[in-house]
């Protein structure tokens, strides 16, 4: 079955840090990939897709994911965090199914 | 912008009590979703329609039912409501097309407590 996997529950980083959120995913062949940020008390907006082509896809925000099939990862990547970056990420695989998959989250804290 | 509208952002309910969760979105979406948020889960599907007066169960749909009569609006039915139903509801609708690659859009969420 498919699945995703993010490693870490919650991240504590300072502002201007440069970050990285992990997520694994289960799939035979090349998923659709999403990563979706929620603000608190919000729904989720889009950051960025994959689907195809370039491994590394640009998103809103500054952020930014990279497609390794070798290590089914699609890591979530920004250079440098602001405090309104404080939310939580979802990555979430689309393939193969008309359901997607959906990673538990990683809340990201930012420090002042 | 395609907008997800959920009518009701707080609700206090009693167990028992039968409650409506209303979503409706303007963009001639074929597909919508019923998603219940709780923390450490993560989102797990409830429900989903394909299309009007079409209807599947998701992961979790017990205690839970749908309607879809119209193309832009989707309800989600409590029709005994119990104290674990006490969560965020999210409703989200995407194109059908090639639908595992569509991108979904999501209302605010519907926070509801049941008491």
């Known amino acids: 079955a498919q699945s995703v996997t993010q490693p870490d529950i919650h991240i504590t980083v300072s502002e201007g840090a440069s970050l990285e959120l992990r997520c694994n995913y289960s799939?035979?062949?090349?998923?659709?990939l999403f990563w979706y940020v929620q603000s608190p008390g919000q729904g989720l907006q889009l950051l960025l897709k994959?689907?195809?082509?370039?491994?590394l896809v640009q998103g809103i925000k500054g952020f930014e994911a990279e497609f390794k099939r070798s290590q089914s990862s699609f890591n979530l990547r920004k250079p440098s965090v602001h405090w309104s970056d404080a939310a939580e990420y979802f990555c979430?695989?689309?393939?193969?199914?008309?359901?997607?998959?959906f990673g538990k989250g990683t809340k990201l804290t930012v420090n002042p | 912008d395609v907008k997800v509208t959920q009518s009701s952002r707080y609700l206090v309910k009693r167990t028992g009590e039968k409650v409506f969760l209303e979503c409706v979105q303007d963009?001639?979406?074929?597909?919508m979703f019923w998603y219940r948020q709780d923390p450490g889960l993560g989102l797990r599907l409830i429900y989903f329609?394909?299309?009007?007066?079409?209807?599947e169960k998701g992961d979790i749909p017990e205690g839970y039912s749908v309607s879809r009569e119209k193309k832009e609006r989707f309800s989600l039915i409590l029709e005994s409501a119990s104290t674990n139903q006490t969560s965020m509801y999210l409703c989200?609708?995407?194109?059908?097309?090639?639908?595992?690659?569509?991108?979904?859009?999501f209302g605010a969420g519907s926070r509801l407590t049941v008491l």
């Open positions: 989200a609708s995407r194109w059908a097309g090639n639908s595992g690659a569509n991108v979904l859009t």
């Open positions: 799939y035979g062949a090349t998923p659709y």
């Open positions: 994959y689907f195809s082509g370039d491994t």
């Open positions: 979430v695989s689309g393939g193969g199914s008309e359901k997607l998959v």
């Open positions: 963009m001639d979406h074929e597909n």
């Open positions: 329609s394909y299309d009007v007066k079409m209807k």
